[in-house]
């Protein structure tokens, strides 16, 4: 019934209702709750030029699902534990290719909050800015600080954990192929500065403040989450990564729907009964340096807790496996610290939602 009660109140974007916090940390927790007992993904390919430009997107997804599911013999056939999977291949697919447009009715381009729904995200990126005063030197320092950031954790070694190789081939320019095992995200830069991010032009927009230094890389990769009711992690002996504590959906104006994580936190975090002061770790999608610095200033989430190991301006925006990235590299952070503590993953989307899901590291 507690369970019911939940995933209830998950339903439910407008309730107040919320998981008493003296349920949430009791000792050894609910049979019933949403654990997660492994995560990987896969290193992150710049798309086109990258290691995976000739892998497709199967592939790469069954390389995850096989790195979660092998290493404990899960097989198909059970609902009490399940893979969560997310998968992106944006080599294999044509950007800016306007064709999609043609499965577009007449009447929704006549409704402007639809047509709103269209406009290309790096103007949206520009609206955040415009809107809210985010200057380019400020997106230019976060993205520089999310290089620097994840270049320093794959240094450590803090990524060995969580990627899985994939051994793929790749065709060089003259059309050659060789095999390849990949291990590292290919986007990765270390000597990125605010110095050389201040000499781009901006790509979308003439005398705009989003340029292709302070955006999200376009990216290749897949990543999966093995997710199980604590009863059946404990019959099966699995460790416990993680516990699943609420998750929100919100909706905001599509024309600036990177602010989504300013609203999709609080709401998780009202129903799991915490507020941002209890949160250790902030995994806040890097879409754009303007649209996830406003959401660190407008919730007043101290800097140091945001994307400890980088974000998706250095490591990269495989857009369908984001968010299971993020849980990934959320789970793992926290098991390095090695004490209980809280994460939030939180992710803006096109058309204008936000989401984000509350965790917590149990340190069993």
């Known amino acids: 019934m507690l369970r019911l009660q939940v995933l209830s109140g998950h339903l439910a974007p407008g309730s107040r209702q919320q998981r008493p916090r003296s349920q949430s940390v009791e000792a050894g927790g609910a049979e019933q709750d949403v654990v997660l007992v ?22 790469l997804l069954s390389a995850v699902i096989a790195g979660c599911a092998k290493r404990f013999g899960i097989r198909n056939g059970s609902y009490d534990i399940g893979l969560a999977c997310g998968v992106e291949s944006l080599s294999q697919r044509t950007m800016g290719d306007s064709g999609h447009l043609r499965d577009i009715s007449s009447r929704m381009m006549d409704n402007e909050k639809a047509r709103s729904c269209l406009i290309p995200m790096g103007i949206t990126s520009e609206n955040v800015a415009e809107r809210f005063g985010i200057s380019r030197e400020k997106q230019d320092s976060f993205a520089a600080a999310s290089q620097q950031k994840a270049a320093q954790a794959q240094r450590m070694g803090l990524f060995d954990a969580e990627i899985t190789p994939v051994k793929t081939t790749i065709l060089d320019s003259a059309g ?19 110095a050389g991010l201040s000499k781009l032009r901006p ?3 003439e005398n705009g403040t989003t340029t292709a230094g302070n955006s999200s890389q376009v990216s290749d990769g897949a990543a999966a ?11 099966l002996g699995l460790p416990i990564l993680g516990v699943l504590r609420s998750y929100a959906v919100v909706g905001v104006p599509p024309d600036i729907m990177g602010i989504g994580p300013a609203y999709a936190i609080p709401a998780a975090l009202e129903k799991a009964g915490l507020t941002i002061n209890d949160i250790n770790v ?25 994307n400890p190991n980088g974000g998706a301006i250095a490591l990269g925006h495989p857009l ?10 959320l789970l793992n952070e926290l098991k390095w610290r090695g004490r209980r503590a809280y994460g939030v993953v939180s992710t803006c989307m096109g058309t204008g939602m936000g989401a984000a899901a509350v965790f917590e590291y149990p340190a069993n």
Request: aromatic share 6%; hydrophobic share 35%; glycine share 8%.
């Open 38 to 59: 492994h995560g990987v993904r896969t290193a992150i390919g710049k798309a086109n030029r990258g290691s995976f430009k000739d892998t497709k997107s199967d592939e």
């Open 176 to 194: 050659n192929s060789k095999t390849i095992t990949v291990t590292q995200d290919d986007g990765i830069r270390a000597s990125t500065t605010v």
């Open 203 to 205: 790509v979308f927009k």
């Open 282 to 306: 902030f995994e806040i999608n890097e879409a754009f340096a303007s649209q996830a610095l406003y959401c660190v200033e407008k919730l007043g989430i101290p800097i140091e807790k945001v």
């Open 320 to 329: 369908g496996c984001t968010g299971a990235r993020q849980i990934v590299t």
């Open 225 to 235: 989450v093995l997710v199980a009711r604590r009863s059946k992690a404990i019959e």
